[in-house]
């Protein structure tokens, strides 16, 4: 009983050993060596960018601001590090690898319903498998610790590889070697990270379909607060101004319209409590056209010019008033 008691502990050992290691290789490999085709990765392996501003929050970012039209108009150097379906917690997770390798002066950070309220915002509002080579170091694992299940949190500290056992569609030795055997550039580096949407017809909604939460209340949920003023806390600390905008809703489609004014009052109050500028969407005259929406919570590429040129008169005025 003894002897099996030994074998069984020196079997469990040399399993997490080889679970350690295994975890340390695909970690190294993959934290030097990502594929920059998905936008999270595009973003978490720049180095080097020195810009005026960079745009961030979910695809109503990274679909409806046309930065390099934006960078025309206001004749400023700009990158687009918006990813789909991201709250919070993302977002932050995301700045702070950028800015590990990267320099920006100013950060336009989008606010709305969703991101204040995302568990029902979005499907899966922290992209956990995107960050797993850096799920050991201590500000991404806290957000780890925050954002998925705490049995989930304790398997990946305690067996390392069975994080990437998890997602391995995401991390495939053969496929990397086969991408950086034939590294082809990604269309994001000739679009300072933006992705328009050129579907131009709108897409009939349910009531169902459209904002999640169908009753007339407002519900911020804690940890998107905690998570918006952690991005708040980052750029204070390293001196970069943060912009707040509300990118455009189709507000027929809203069926709980006292919503969206109950959050608008809220983000008004909280712009104001934190002394930073807001741009609200609301004020575009004629933006209100189902011709200029994807959906109701997405400009088509008409929908997106005429927002970014309305974005980019208002942060000339922001600057004129410095």
Known sequence: MKLLALRSLLFVLIAYAISVCLSWGYTALFTRYKSNQSKRN????????????????????FHMIDVPLLNTLIEKKGMNIGTSGSSFSDNYALLVKYLEHNQIKSLILNVDEMGFHSSTGYHYHFADYEYMPYFFEDTIRQVFKDNVPQWKYYLWTMVPISRYIEFNEYYQIDS?????????ICKLDTTAGTELLYNMRYKNFLHTDTLP?????????????????????????????VILVTTPLYSKGIYAPSNRLKFQSYIEQLAKKEKLPYINFYEV??????????????TNIQGTRLYTRYLAAKLKDLEDKK
Not at 42 to 61: C, E, F, N, P, Q
Not at 176 to 184: F, G, S, T, V
Request: proline share 1%; aromatic share 8%.
């Open 213 to 241: 939460v169908v009753c007339d209340t407002l519900k911020i949920e804690p940890r998107d607060e905690v998570y918006f003023n952690k991005i708040l806390s980052l750029c204070r600390a390293k001196n970069i101004t």
């Open 42 to 61: 595009w973003t978490l392996v720049r180095k080097g960018d020195t810009m005026d501003y960079a745009t961030i929050g979910s695809s109503r970012v």
């Open 176 to 184: 990397l070697i086969l991408l950086h055997a034939n590294k082809r």
């Open 285 to 298: 005259k004629g933006l209100q056209n189902i011709h200029y929406f994807r959906d109701m919570t997405h």
